[in-house]
């Protein structure tokens, strides 16, 4: 159930379903009968339930709830902000099924959960008047908050809020998540997300062929480089990380530590000879080169045994880095450009583009400052990318050519062929210098091993993220590599089987 569905796409969804023959009606008591059920077990009988339902199909399923909370003992108080006649189709049914009182007066005192029924993925505009108040008092009332679908206000597809939105304990969702689930801040205001099976079958996710997923194994588990016993370190790829100056050597250290800790085969720093002797000394397993230009690294290049490069960490920005960068760009070699590669570009953007779109295995990984003054320029002819995190990184990696990474509590991954994850396994205390750097270097280990760049980058986000779960609070950068055994024997304890041939074709 990794795949995340638009607003439009949910709609798509129900209409496909109606039209095979399932009642919009069952859609509906199916929903509401989910909902339910999540009250019933956040609080005992008797608890009193205020259910606070708009006009349209997301209140519907809030009528059909409340009608199930007090069959079972859960007194229910229905509040429509609205006005009944306006009700139509099947939550006027539901209403009229409903038969109990309709408040029009929102009275939440002694509640003790609320049901947010007001809006679901139908919201296209800014929420103004009675519902902007009621999401008001919801988010004042002091009790948790079930949300039907999504917190009102949220929007589905891009994760913003219009105007306000509940803040929810828990949300009840139905079929696969929305992006606006896991994009911040809706990953925030839902609290933990359920999904619920109301009838709609996986078969139409073949007519409408969502691009959009939830970071996980199911994305790229079958995918995952897994040692075979007749393997050895030349199998398992060669990667080259560059480093800066003397004073500038810790954050390739650490890209380097990781690309090793991360599977690759052999993992070679390469490193200006005035700190030749820091990275020789502070690397047992990591070898060392000297390398100060660009035509050194290209002739180092030109052995086809080292197959993938990241450049950036600590690389310094200016002509030397982005000439490095350029010269890896210049072989069909996998490449990941980081922090200082990246900005070392912030003048010189086509420039990149065009080396990018000429390699075709390119993983670029920007942090949110790095992202804009990378892109901003270049997306302004691109309305969508105003709209969310998303579609900005979508259509960053069409214009760049590459998978691009856009690093957060939310990163989001994307490939230039349409493709994008969005990520929620990340710890706040991942949050620290040289996390990054480490994330570089692991995405070039896996792409040194063989790693299709999307795969490659969602993958080494998703380790990262469980990484530093292990690690635990007080993380800092140098404990993340050390944590990838542990993540790595959890995965190859269940390896995923690989799709059938027309499967891995059509992936």
Not at 355 to 376: M, Q, Y
Not at 425 to 445: E, I, K, R, S, Y
Request: aromatic share 4%.
């Amino acid at each position: 159930m990794l795949e995340l569905l638009t607003n439009d796409d949910m709609g798509e969804a129900d209409r496909l379903t109606i039209a095979s023959g399932t009642p919009g009606r069952v859609l509906m008591e199916n929903a509401g009968a989910a909902v339910a059920r999540a009250v019933m077990a956040r609080c005992p009988p008797g608890s009193k339930v205020a259910i606070v339902a708009g006009t349209g199909n997301n209140g519907g399923d809030g009528f059909v709830a409340a009608r199930h909370l007090n069959g079972a003992d859960y007194p229910a108080e229905v509040f429509l902000v609205g006005r009944p006649e306006s009700i139509k189709g099947d939550a006027g049914e539901a209403m009229r099924d409903w038969g109990g009182p309709i408040g029009d007066a929102l009275d939440l005192a002694g509640a003790t959960i609320i049901v947010d029924a007001l809006f679901g993925t139908g919201l296209d505009r800014p929420v103004t008047g009675p519902a902007l108040e009621a999401i008001g008092r919801m988010n004042v009332a002091g009790c948790p908050v079930v949300a039907i679908d999504l917190p009102s206000g949220l929007n589905g597809t891009t994760g913003a809020v219009m105007g306000a939105a509940v803040t929810a304990t828990h949300t009840v969702t139905f079929f696969r998540k929305k992006p606006g689930h896991l994009l911040v801040p809706g990953r925030i205001l839902c609290g933990t997300v359920e999904v619920a099976e109301i009838g709609i079958s996986s078969r139409v996710l073949d007519v409408i062929k969502p691009l959009a997923f939830e970071n996980g194994l199911g994305l790229w588990g079958a995918r995952f480089p897994v040692p075979q016993i007749t393997s050895h370190k030349y199998l398992r790829g060669h990667a080259v990380v560059v480093s800066g100056g003397l004073a500038q050597t810790g954050a390739a250290r650490l890209a380097a530590m990781a690309a090793l800790r991360g599977g690759a085969g052999l993992v070679t720093l390469a490193s200006p000879r005035d700190a030749l002797a820091v990275n020789a000394a502070s690397n047992l397993a990591v070898m060392v080169r000297p390398i100060d230009a660009a035509a050194e690294l290209d002739a180092l290049l030109a052995d086809s045994r080292f197959n993938a490069v990241a450049i950036g960490p600590g690389a310094g920005v200016g002509l030397r880095t982005r000439e490095m960068a350029l010269t890896a760009l210049s072989g069909q070699r996998s490449v990941v450009l980081d922090a200082d590669a990246l900005m070392s570009f912030m003048d010189f953007a086509p420039q990149l583009f065009a080396a990018l779109g000429r390699n075709n295995s390119a993983v670029l990984t920007p942090h949110a400052g790095e992202f804009h003054r990378l892109f901003d320029k270049s997306l302004e002819s691109i309305p969508s990318a105003a709209v969310s995190k998303l579609l900005a990184t979508k259509a960053a990696a069409g214009v760049a050519r590459a998978v691009v990474v856009h690093k957060g509590p939310d990163t989001v991954i994307a490939s230039p062929d349409g493709r994008v994850a969005i990520n929620a396994n990340a710890p706040p205390w991942l949050a620290t210098a040289g996390t990054g750097d480490v994330l570089a270097g692991l995405t070039c280990a896996l792409m040194a091993q063989g790693m299709a760049p999307f795969e490659a980058a969602a993958a080494a986000v998703w380790v990262h993220g469980e990484a530093a779960s292990a690690a635990g609070p007080g993380l800092i950068s140098e404990d993340l590599a050390g944590q990838f055994a542990g993540v790595y024997r959890r995965l190859f304890a269940n390896p995923i089987e690989p799709p059938p041939a027309n499967e891995a074709a059509r992936a």
